[in-house]
């Protein structure tokens, strides 16, 4: 297969700026004071980039997944390194970037589309095929400045896919759009995928890359420190967030633990708001083993709900089967439907030794007129 983006030892630092003075009269007496300092983003990044592939990058904020992106696009030069691209690409960065906000949606479309070496002629051939994926022809001769960040994404997403490219770098911002707007952004990836083009994609929502992306890139204080197949790489992301995997242990472990099933005594996972749920969680293990069991909540939308303790739940496994009851005595969550993560790690917390994702859907009825995700249950008097 041909690479089509190549990034060789790519670093990128910005220069930070620290006032040391703090009053106005000192900042009068020393006018050019303070220290600047070096800021390393990115350190030595090489990776490449298949044609045809769709790469998941994930790392906690400020992690340097934008700078990365924005490096590959070229709108940031890399301080050294080399990034070779190969084919078309368009690009939605971070909300803010790329478009001209005192202009009207309209002349943002052609703006862009001269950006990516379009004539206006060419552009005016894909700009009903925009507006309608948009959904927003109403605004489209409204200034952009006065747009919503929903209607702002739903364009520039609308424009990127219409462009034909052969790479299409997308950073975040499809958890901005509404639910279905997301959901046809998903469509269209998808579509992307099947006609072989080449996508980068940054997100929260680990849901959204396990869907969408075979392999993944993990960055880490502007280090990349995996790229593999994707489960592999969010187990890592995991392990890091957690304090970091112990190597031997994890080499030691490798395979031998593993989540079989989880199954609740009624047959359902369907719990009323601020009620309870059992359920049964076997585990195999191939040897004795002393470690905790981590319970994960998503919501659809790929926000965590909550992680318990990573050293809060010990287990003791025997080797063969294990049966692990999990009460959740109180769920206080609202009407929804959220994914239950299930894993094992070893006695640090540190270390992921079984992992299982989804292996559950709690659906939780709730009746009140609360709305979002957790029940509160406020009781207000007035004194
Ligand atoms: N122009 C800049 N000048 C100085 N520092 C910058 C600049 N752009 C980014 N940084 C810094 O580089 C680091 C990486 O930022 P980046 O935006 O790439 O993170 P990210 O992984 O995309 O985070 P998020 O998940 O919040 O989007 C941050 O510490 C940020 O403050
Ligand atoms: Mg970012």
């Known amino acids: 297969m041909v690479d089509v983006v190549n990034v060789r030892g790519v670093s990128k630092e910005f220069q930070i700026h620290h006032e040391r003075h703090q009053s106005l009269k000192e900042r009068l007496l020393h006018p050019r004071s303070g220290t600047t300092e070096l800021f390393h983003a990115l350190r030595n990044i090489d990776f490449s980039v298949a044609q045809g592939e769709t790469v998941g990058v994930v790392g906690q904020n400020g992690s340097g997944k934008s700078t990365l992106l924005k490096c590959i696009c070229g709108v940031l030069k890399p301080t050294s390194g080399e990034i070779r691209v190969r084919g078309s690409l368009a690009a939605l960065l971070e909300l803010g970037a790329g478009f001209q906000t005192e202009l009207s949606g309209r002349d943002n479309v052609y703006l862009y589309g001269a950006m990516l070496g379009f004539s206006r002629r060419m552009v005016d051939a894909i700009f009903d095929a925009v507006v309608d994926f948009s959904e927003i022809e109403q605004f489209i001769d409204t200034q952009v400045k006065f747009y919503s960040s929903g209607m702002y994404v739903r364009l520039a997403f609308a424009v990127a896919v219409n462009v034909d490219p052969d790479i299409l770098v997308v950073d975040e911002v499809l958890a901005v759009g509404d639910e279905r707007f997301q959901a046809k952004c998903v469509e269209r990836i998808r579509r992307f995928q099947q006609e072989g083009r080449t996508i980068l994609l940054v997100t929260h929502n680990a849901d959204q890359v396990r869907a969408l992306c075979e392999r993944a890139i993990v960055l880490n204080g502007g280090v990349l420190i995996a790229d593999g197949p994707t489960h592999e790489s969010l187990r890592t992301f995991r392990e890091h967030l957690?304090?970091?995997?112990?190597?031997?242990?994890?080499?030691?472990?490798?395979?031998?633990?593993?989540?079989?099933?989880?199954?609740?005594?009624?047959?359902?996972?369907?719990?009323?708001?601020?009620?309870?749920?059992?359920?049964?969680?076997?585990?195999?293990?191939?040897?004795?083993?002393?470690?905790?069991?981590?319970?994960?909540?998503?919501?659809?939308?790929?926000?965590?709900?909550?992680?318990?303790?990573?050293?809060?739940?010990?287990?003791?496994?025997?080797?063969?089967?294990?049966?692990?009851?999990?009460?959740?005595?109180?769920?206080?969550?609202?009407?929804?439907?959220?994914?239950?993560?299930?894993?094992?790690?070893?006695?640090?917390?540190?270390?992921?030794?079984?992992?299982?994702?989804?292996?559950?859907?709690?659906?939780?009825?709730?009746?009140?007129?609360?709305?979002?995700?957790?029940?509160?249950?406020?009781?207000?008097?007035?004194?």
Do not use: C, K
């Not at 293990?285 to 050293?311: I, K, N």
């Open 242 to 383: 957690m304090g970091g995997a112990v190597e031997h242990e994890r080499d030691r472990l490798h395979d031998s633990v593993r989540i079989e099933a989880v199954s609740s005594a009624s047959g359902s996972f369907e719990v009323r708001s601020g009620g309870g749920v059992t359920f049964e969680v076997i585990v195999n293990s191939a040897l004795a083993f002393s470690g905790h069991l981590v319970l994960e909540l998503f919501t659809r939308a790929g926000l965590l709900v909550s992680r318990s303790d990573a050293q809060g739940s010990p287990i003791d496994l025997r080797p063969g089967r294990n049966v692990i009851v999990v009460d959740l005595n109180r769920v206080p969550l609202l009407d929804g439907v959220y994914d239950l993560n299930v894993g094992v790690v070893d006695h640090h917390g540190h270390t992921v030794v079984a992992w299982s994702d989804a292996v559950a859907a709690i659906q939780v009825s709730y009746g009140g007129r609360e709305s979002g995700i957790v029940a509160l249950g406020a009781t207000i008097r007035q004194s």
